[in-house]
């Protein structure tokens, strides 16, 4: 009888045991990508809000319901980043490329959107500055900065920051705000780069330190890194999952990157016009992604298996194919009825809701049907109760990292902006002063062959010969775009109370040296836009004025062809350059006081053009350092007027 008790108890604890063994066992394979919500961590990103004071009502009334709506009640996200630009500082109704300032009314209209909403008691609320909010501001970091009194981090924290936290799950994410405003912030168009200062630099290596051990790290800032002068940045973003950032609006879609070093960087569209925002979710370590417009009424991510194209070397790809579900993560207004899953165009099932997080839709699956070094597509078909569908897709593998090109991405995001620029500019300048030098060899060794042949060569050829030999206008010229290299562009106050001078290489203001901004493509636009065709008219001006003087009888510009291209070259292009150098040096200026009188590059480039084309219509026939070839011209002409007849014939 004892016996049998015994054998009783002992069987009893082997089936005890092996049922902890199982269990345990299926703790473990549902610890990571299982059917639960372990390990699963989302967040919400926001950028360029641009809230406004003048107009655009319908901007600021839907950022509040974004607050109330999205984010209180259906995401629910334990941190939101809006990452700068939270105010406009335009002074303009429309929003246009002028005068810009800081507005304390449109910071007012912030902060209270902010305290109505409540919105920072539901979330943790991670806000940073953008070129936006740094216009004209003298001292950033100064108490009395609007930034630092009306925004959410502001103020404790003039620069940047970080935010860490630690799930249920023990897992640890670092949340790091890179702030690369210039110190001081100018006014528009210089402040349009990012800059990090050496103090800035000290802050982020002692942040680096602070979080290199968390599960992990997620950047964040204002300016995508190829527009910024960010020495050091990769050290610092050394163990970062993600950088998220703004500032280039929604002018191209689906900038995102993979740089050499293994970080990820997604630029999100603009809340300003397109009203977008981004959820990402980190499953396991695995990030994942989608951007929406406001309006949707349904939000979903695959978050497993995730797109291969944004699968990094900084992720624990070896998960991927021990996971025992397909994983969606859901937010939507109405109830969902199904989620229907198709792999390779063969449907597999509908995912069902998780039991421990409503928000997560799971499927199983046998990873070993795809672990074949190949790229499977993914397809979901989510539906609510009111009929609304959404359907995802993208490629996925597990057992390969798929390098995929983007190719604007890769000219806007890998390349260093300011550098390429330079490039554009110096061999533009280059090249301009390469040919008015070629051109007045020419002239200086009387080796211009003065033919007049029917061709758009050798009409630019005569043209620019007659120019570089009239020493006034060459000299101006040539100056000019050596000005270019060495003299300041603008002279004025660039913040509210600073005076300060912009050169090609760089602004002086407060004793402070700020690296090249906007003014490296302002002035590739100026040398194309304004300077080449400026250059062409005074040049034909020059050529037909030569012509009269040299022989009253020479009538070449009395044909039709000729005559309208005379008028099209001589004044309808002196009109456009004159139009556009006057809308646009007002336009570089209109931020700073009395500088389009003070700048080189407002009235006094204004008044340059005028004096050398009134020049050109005054020159006469010493002023060319050329040869009077008369005979040569005149049987020419009769050449040429042969050639034209038949051409119109």
């Not at 049998?4 to 703790?27: E, G, P, V």
């Not at 001292?139 to 249920?168: A, V």
């Not at 859901?330 to 899953?341: A, C, D, G, R, T």
Request: aromatic fraction near 16%; proline fraction near 3%.
């Amino acid at each position: 009888m004892f016996s049998f008790f015994f054998l009783i108890l002992f069987l009893l604890n082997i089936i005890t045991n092996y049922s902890l063994i199982l269990n345990r066992q299926s703790i473990i394979s549902n610890e990571y990508l299982g059917n639960t919500g372990k390990h699963l961590f989302y967040f919400v990103q926001i950028t360029d809000t641009h809230i406004t004071h003048l107009g655009h009502a319908d901007r600021r009334q839907q950022f509040e319901q974004f607050c109330n709506h999205i984010i209180k009640t259906l995401v629910k996200p334990q941190v939101t980043i809006l990452t700068g630009d939270l105010v406009n500082s335009v002074s303009s109704s429309k929003d246009q490329l002028f005068g810009t300032t800081q507005y304390e009314q449109e910071w007012n209209i912030y902060r209270d959107i902010l305290i109505r909403t409540n919105v920072t008691k539901h979330t943790k609320w991670l806000d940073i500055r953008g070129n936006h909010d740094a216009f004209m501001d003298p001292d950033p970091d100064s108490l009395k900065s609007f930034y630092r009194i009306y925004s959410h981090q502001g103020h404790d924290h003039s620069g940047s920051y970080e935010h860490t936290l630690t799930t249920k799950d023990d897992d640890t994410y670092s949340f790091v705000g890179i702030d690369m405003c210039p110190r001081p912030g100018l006014g528009r168009p210089f402040n349009f780069l990012g800059h990090i200062s050496k103090k800035e630099m000290k802050i982020l290596k002692k942040l680096f330190k602070k979080t290199k051990n968390s599960t992990a790290t997620i950047f964040f800032g204002h300016y995508p890194l190829s527009f910024t002068y960010s020495k050091g940045i990769d050290q610092i973003m050394k163990y970062g999952l993600v950088y998220i950032n703004g500032h280039l609006h929604s002018g191209i879609k689906h900038l995102y990157a993979h740089h050499s070093n293994g970080l990820l960087e997604l630029e999100l569209g603009d809340w300003k016009d397109k009203r977008r925002f981004r959820i990402l979710t980190i499953d396991s370590g695995l990030l994942s992604f989608e951007d929406f417009r406001f309006s949707q009424p349904i939000y979903a991510i695959i978050s497993h298996p995730k797109a291969a194209k944004f699968l990094t070397s900084r992720e624990p790809f070896y998960r991927l194919n021990q996971s025992t579900h397909i994983r969606i993560v859901i937010f939507s207004k109405l109830s969902i009825i199904n989620v229907n899953i198709s792999i390779d165009e063969q449907y597999i099932g509908s995912a069902i809701q998780s039991i421990d997080n409503q928000n997560l839709f799971i499927f199983p699956w046998n990873t070993s049907l795809y672990n074949d070094e190949k790229l499977h597509k993914i397809f979901v078909k989510i539906k609510d109760n009111g009929n609304n569908t959404v359907i995802l897709q993208h490629e996925f593998s597990l057992s390969l990292l798929k390098k995929t090109k983007w190719y604007q991405s890769k000219i806007i995001l890998t390349i260093h902006q300011p550098t390429f620029g330079f490039i554009i500019l110096i061999s533009s300048l280059c090249s301009y002063i390469l040919t008015l030098l070629y051109y007045r060899y020419q002239v200086k060794q009387n080796s211009s062959n003065f033919i007049i042949r029917f061709t758009l060569w050798n009409q630019f050829r005569l043209r620019m010969i007659c120019l570089c030999s009239v020493d006034f206008i060459f000299y101006s010229l040539f100056s000019f775009s050596l000005y270019y290299f060495i003299g300041p562009w603008y002279i004025g106050y660039l913040t509210s109370s600073h005076f300060g001078v912009t050169f090609l290489w760089g602004t002086l203001i407060q004793q402070v040296y700020l690296p090249p901004d906007a003014q490296i493509f302002v002035g590739i636009f100026q040398l194309y836009f304004f300077i080449f065709p400026l250059t062409y008219s005074l040049s034909s001006s020059c050529f037909y004025r030569y012509i009269q003087q040299l022989e009253s009888n020479t009538r070449i510009i009395k044909y039709h062809f000729n005559y309208c291209y005379r008028i099209y070259t001589v004044y309808i292009l002196f009109i456009y350059t004159l139009v556009f150098i006057l809308f646009w040096s007002f336009l570089m200026t209109a931020s700073y006081k009395l500088s389009w009188i003070l700048s080189p590059f407002g009235l006094i480039l204004v008044l340059f053009s005028l004096i050398l084309y009134v020049k050109s219509h005054r020159l006469k026939i010493e002023d060319f350092k050329l040869k009077k070839a008369t005979e040569t011209m005149i049987s020419i002409n009769h050449d040429n007027s042969k050639l034209i007849h038949q051409v119109e014939e």
